[in-house]
Structures are given as C-alpha cells and as structure tokens.
C-alpha cells in the first residue's frame, strides 16, 4: 500500500548543503510518524532525525543543529535538509513511514550521499 521514493542524493562537499527528498504514496501521510535514517558502511543503521505527526521532532546528537526535517502533508513528502555536512556524514540514507503495528514500517530504497572533504 504504501511506497516511499527517496532522492537527493549525491557527493557534497564538506560545509556544503544537501536536501533529500522522501515522496509517500498513501492517503493518511499526515497522520503518520516519518523520519530519515542512514547506514555507513559496516555500521548499524541509526536514526537521523524523526518527525511526529503532530510536528514534533527528535534529531540524533550528531546531527543536531546541522540537518533539518520537515514535510509538506499536502505533497506527501519528507525533507531532510543537510547544511555543513561532514565527511562521517558519508552514508545511505533511508526514508521511513511508521503506521504504527497494525499499520506497517515501511522504508525506501535509500539514496547515497557522500561528502568529501
């Protein structure tokens, strides 16, 4: 039921600015919890930042003050907007849509966003 499309991915330059785009299918986007999470090479996949749908956000430490989440309900999109990114920055990044356990989780495909120095 439910297909997430990321893009936006691609090399940066260190302390330069990405935005990463996340487009939902589905007809209740708005009332769906969505976040951004990414995975470096022989790492876990961790969270990057989170969003509720009431508009709450929740970003991980690393990232904070650095990136930015947001998402326009009426386009069914996610954004993940990436300033003064560093090369530890390096990883797919992966675009999730939480419906909760009767719902589903549901992820993307992921788009590579290397940053280099």
């Known amino acids: 039921q439910v297909q997430l499309v990321e893009s936006g991915g691609g090399l940066v330059q260190a302390g330069g600015s990405l935005r990463l785009s996340c487009v939902a299918s589905?007809?209740?986007?708005?009332?769906?919890?969505m976040g951004w999470y990414r995975q470096a090479p022989g790492k876990q996949r961790e969270l990057v930042a989170v969003?509720?749908?009431?508009?709450?956000?929740n970003y991980a430490i690393s990232v904070k003050g650095r990136f930015t989440i947001s998402r326009d309900n009426a386009k069914n999109t996610m954004y993940l907007q990436m300033n003064s990114p560093i090369p530890e920055d390096t990883a797919v990044y992966y675009c999730?849509?939480?419906?909760?356990?009767?719902?589903?989780?549901?992820w993307g495909k992921g788009t590579l966003v290397t940053v280099s120095s």
């Open positions: 999730n849509l939480n419906r909760g356990p009767l719902g589903g989780n549901y």
């Open positions: 969003m509720a749908s009431g508009g709450s956000t």
């Open positions: 589905g007809s209740a986007f708005s009332s769906n919890a």
